[in-house]
């Protein structure tokens, strides 16, 4: 796995042009509220895994007034291979001994609707040879305690996040379900939903269906030992206890229940079972967390599935994944800011943004540190 190097940018959220460059370790960003800290990590993410975690409209992402477009790029560096994490369960293939790839520049081009991807001056590459070139990585940001607070969607989106950059499987048969799903919907809509249509997009929903339900309960199954201990690192609060599972929207037989929903779907002329309405319950000492966990003990759980993330990427892959770390240490106590210093992945890169740094104990130098003001960047030493 690589880290990167450089990023670019025109275009993108406040930003006219970026550029900056990045350490293999620690990379800071400090600048007061709604300046463009943000923007930079989403950059980052948009460029590395196609995705914003703050949005699913990649419109939103133009500068203001330049709405046909933005463009990015940066710069993969081959890090030296490291060990599986020292403590925690074992998960994955051995990767200790995989070469390190290649430098690479990588680029994605959004122009009037359009995505261009571009990898080491190939043009036109899909997005499977695209992330193949890119490495993988963990978003932890302040909005996380939506994760235990809020509803289903959210930990879902969490599942996929992880879920497509741990098994090759996993992104098709998102896209495909989506694809049929929204098809689906949209025919369920009409005034005079034609039957024969709807059973033509039935018969995709519910193969892509049960391929991702299985992988989301494998991915659940291996996550599970990595988040109770990261809880038990935070909490340091040997007494708590963290649970996690899957819950399906539908019985074990999609289909059977696809078949029993069809009255009351067609009254509501949506979907109303599959993989789109399962959820990821959080259980805090045999309790919903989402109801009895007071506000710290939910705030850990958060750093707790992130850190599982980061820690099952890092023993599938053998290296650990970039750390985009989101104005998170001046919100937390320092006791579990602490916890969570000593938690990260060791020889992770970790490309942090926040708005001051009285929290920073006297032994934090980033190799970079910049600072953001209305939509520029300045080296700060």
């Known amino acids: 796995m690589a880290h990167l190097a450089a990023l670019r940018a025109e275009n993108f959220r406040c930003f006219d042009r970026l550029a900056c460059e990045f350490g293999s370790g620690t990379t ?13 990590l989403e950059a980052v993410c948009v460029l ?18 330049q709405d046909h477009g933005f463009g990015l790029s940066g710069d993969l560096t081959p890090a030296a291979a490291s060990l599986r994490p020292a403590t925690g369960p074992e998960s994955g293939p051995d990767a200790d001994a995989t070469a390190p790839e290649p430098p690479c520049t990588l680029k994605f081009l959004w122009h009037q609707g359009q995505r261009r991807l571009q990898a080491a001056g190939e043009d036109a590459l899909g997005p499977s040879r695209y992330l193949a070139r890119s490495a993988v990585l963990v978003w932890m940001g302040n909005d996380d305690l939506a994760l235990i607070r809020g509803p289903g969607e959210g930990r879902r989106r969490y599942l996929d996040f992880l879920g497509t950059q741990a098994f090759p499987a996993y992104r098709p048969a998102l896209l495909a379900y989506d694809k049929a799903l929204r098809s689906r919907n949209r025919l369920l809509k009409d005034d005079r ?66 078949a029993a929903s069809h009255p009351e779907e067609t009254r509501r002329r949506l979907t109303l079972v599959g993989p789109h309405r399962d959820d990821v319950p959080l259980v805090l000492n045999n309790r919903p967390a989402a109801a009895f966990a007071s506000e710290g003990q939910q705030r850990t759980l958060a750093l707790a599935l992130k850190l599982a993330q980061a820690r099952l990427l890092h023993s599938l892959h053998g290296r650990p994944p970039i750390l985009l770390l989101d104005d998170i240490f001046g ?46 960047l300045s080296p700060a030493y």
């Open 28 to 40: 800071a960003f400090i600048g007061d509220n709604a300046q463009g800290k943000t923007s930079v």
């Open 48 to 65: 590395l895994r196609l995705q914003s975690p703050r949005t699913t409209t990649l419109t939103e992402l133009c500068r203001f007034g």
């Open 193 to 258: 939903p034609d039957a024969r249509q709807i059973a033509a997009y039935t018969a995709p929903l519910i193969e892509h269906g049960t391929t991702l339900t299985q992988l989301r309960h494998h991915l659940v199954t291996e996550l599970k030992p990595w988040a109770a201990a990261a809880h038990s690192e935070i909490s340091e609060n040997p007494a708590e206890s963290l649970e996690i599972s899957y819950q399906e929207s539908a019985t074990s037989d999609f289909a059977a229940a696809l």
């Open 331 to 376: 919100e937390l106590d320092p006791r579990r800011r602490n916890a969570l210093l000593r938690a990260l992945p060791p020889g992770s890169q970790q490309l942090i943004t926040t708005t001051h740094l009285e929290w920073a104990s006297s032994g934090f130098h980033p190799e970079y540190l910049y600072r953001v003001h209305q939509g520029t």
